[in-house]
């Protein structure tokens, strides 16, 4: 019987995946905080494939789901070769009088599925979780410089450089070296609308906000309390479910 940390990330991972059955790893795990053990066992149970340090495929996610060819829309995963021949050799059976793929099966070389397939499975299931992704460190730096350019056009605290507490904040926040690229491009984008929202509710006299940051306490405490909201959350007498303890935690 398998533990409730792994059956949740099963579920997880159902509900996640792509048209194909592909689910980034990455994303997944540290929303649900499962254990690279959890994933190791749903893999020897055969319930999915880890394919590399980036993707898994629910082994019988098209027994179990059916989309109408106006609906699907095609993995960006098998537009790659290796990853591309391995889902053919693993879902041939589940897919092989399926018109959506027909294509896929045109030119295929004969007898290396499964030599791709096990060249592929030598990922160390131990490690997948904390593969570092090729994010350079002149992207990273523009990312950080961008962030604290946002911040001082706010005119709240002006700061001359990043502190070191501030860098590893936001690359804690980001999820940097481990997250996808496309993720943490998402992560930058979200800590910029938080710094707008924070900005406009800190200096609008229709909303009850008051309190100051410097960047770093903003990235610290800040960025997770307005993460997700919009202004009119913060306009006074609105009923609204903050805890405004958050600002001195």
């Known amino acids: 019987m398998m533990s409730q940390s792994a059956q949740n990330l099963y579920f997880h991972i159902g509900m996640n995946s792509d048209d194909d059955g592909f689910c980034e790893i990455f994303t997944i795990m540290r929303m649900t905080e499962s254990k690279p053990d959890d ?23 098209h027994e179990n789901n059916q989309l109408r060819a106006d609906r699907y829309h095609r993995s960006s995963y098998l537009s790659e070769k290796p990853i591309k021949e391995l889902y053919l050799s693993m879902m041939s059976e589940q897919i092989k009088n399926n ?6 099966f045109l030119g295929l070389p004969n007898g290396n ?5 096990a ?10 979780s904390k593969k570092k992704v090729s994010l350079s460190k002149e992207k990273l730096n523009k990312y950080k410089e961008e962030i604290l350019i946002y911040w001082n056009s706010k005119n709240i605290i002006v700061h ?9 904040e936001i690359e804690k926040i980001i ?3 481990y997250k996808p690229i496309k993720d943490i491009d998402g992560a930058i984008k979200d800590i910029l609308k938080s710094i707008d929202v924070y900005s406009t509710v800190l200096n609008g006299s229709e909303y009850w906000w008051s309190h100051k940051w410097n960047l770093f306490e903003f ?8 993460e997700g909201k919009s202004e009119k959350d913060y306009i006074k007498g609105r009923d609204v479910n903050i805890n405004k303890v958050d600002k001195f935690n």
Not at 99 to 104: A, I, K, P, Q, R
Not at 119 to 126: E, M, Y
């Open 160 to 168: 001359r450089n990043l502190s070191k507490e501030a860098e590893k």
């Open 119 to 128: 060249r592929l499975g030598k990922v160390s299931l131990d490690k997948v």
């Open 113 to 117: 599925q499964m030599a791709t397939q």
């Open 175 to 177: 999820g940097y070296p």
């Open 99 to 104: 018109s959506l793929y027909s294509d896929l």
């Open 39 to 61: 994933l190791k066992l749903l893999h020897e149970k055969c319930l999915i494939y880890v394919v590399d340090s980036r993707v898994c495929i629910v082994r019988d996610w």
């Open 219 to 226: 990235l610290k405490r800040g960025n997770k309390q307005f």
